[in-house]
Each structure stands twice: as structure tokens, then as C-alpha cells.
Nanobody
Framework: QVRLVESGGGLVQPGGSLRLSCTAS????????MGWYRQAPGKERELVAT???????KYADALKGRFTISGDSAKNTVYLQMNSLNPEDTAMHYC???????????????WGRGTQVTVSS
């Protein structure tokens, strides 16, 4: 089965930076889209950023300019560089992938278990 494993979360002061990583593993044939969503306590999960076909980037409008998504296709890994963090960025961050396995003809969606980002002084 496919697994998405996140890393890089933690505690950071306002104005600081973090770099998240997510690696997909398993019976993968082709990755269409990978990206990040986040969920703060008491709020719904929301888009942060995605990258499709290794090049096309999509960001939440409010985050564009502070956050940058990138990927390494050879490693099945996506990164999220987070700069100028503020307390409103505090949330559980989940890795997302839409991909083909070698067992299927259609794309399926997968989620990681999440990594916590806490911005506080």
C-alpha cells in the first residue's frame, strides 16, 4: 500500500521559518499531484499548496509569497518552505498525493498522518 510520511514540523518563533518534507512510498507508478493541507483546532482543513506534474504550482491566495512548494520526482518527495511565520499559521499540516499505483488504471488520493507546526513566542 501507499504511505505518505511527513517531517520537519516543530515549534518556531513568529517571523521564523520551517521546511516540511513528505515522501511517498509503496507500489507507485506515477505521481500526478503532491501537496500540503493544514487544519487548525476548531477549523476545517484548507489548501496550502500543491504541485502537479512536477512543475505546476498552486497556492492559497493568502499564503502565496511566504510559502514555496517544490519537489524531487526521483525521491517521490515534496517540500514546503514556510517563511515569515505567524501564530495564525499554527496547524497540523497534512501531506496529500494523487497518484497511480501499479495495480490500478485510475488515480487515487492519499493522505499522510500530519506534522504539527506551532508558531509561538
Amino acid at each position: 500500500q501507499v504511505r505518505l510520511v511527513e517531517s520537519g514540523g516543530g515549534l518556531v518563533q513568529p517571523g521564523g521559518s520551517l521546511r516540511l518534507s513528505c515522501t511517498a512510498s509503496g507500489n507507485i507508478y506515477l505521481i500526478k499531484t503532491m501537496g500540503w493541507y493544514r487544519q487548525a483546532p476548531g477549523k476545517e482543513r484548507e489548501l496550502v499548496a500543491t504541485i502537479t506534474d512536477g512543475v505546476t504550482q498552486k497556492y492559497a491566495d493568502a499564503l502565496k509569497g511566504r510559502f514555496t512548494i517544490s519537489g524531487d520526482s526521483a525521491k517521490n518527495t515534496v517540500y514546503l518552505q514556510m517563511n515569515s511565520l505567524n501564530p495564525e499559521d499554527t496547524a497540523m499540516h497534512y501531506c496529500y498525493a494523487r497518484l497511480l499505483t501499479r495495480n490500478n488504471l485510475d488515480f487515487d488520493e492519499y493522505w499522510g498522518r500530519g506534522t504539527q507546526v506551532t508558531v509561538s513566542s
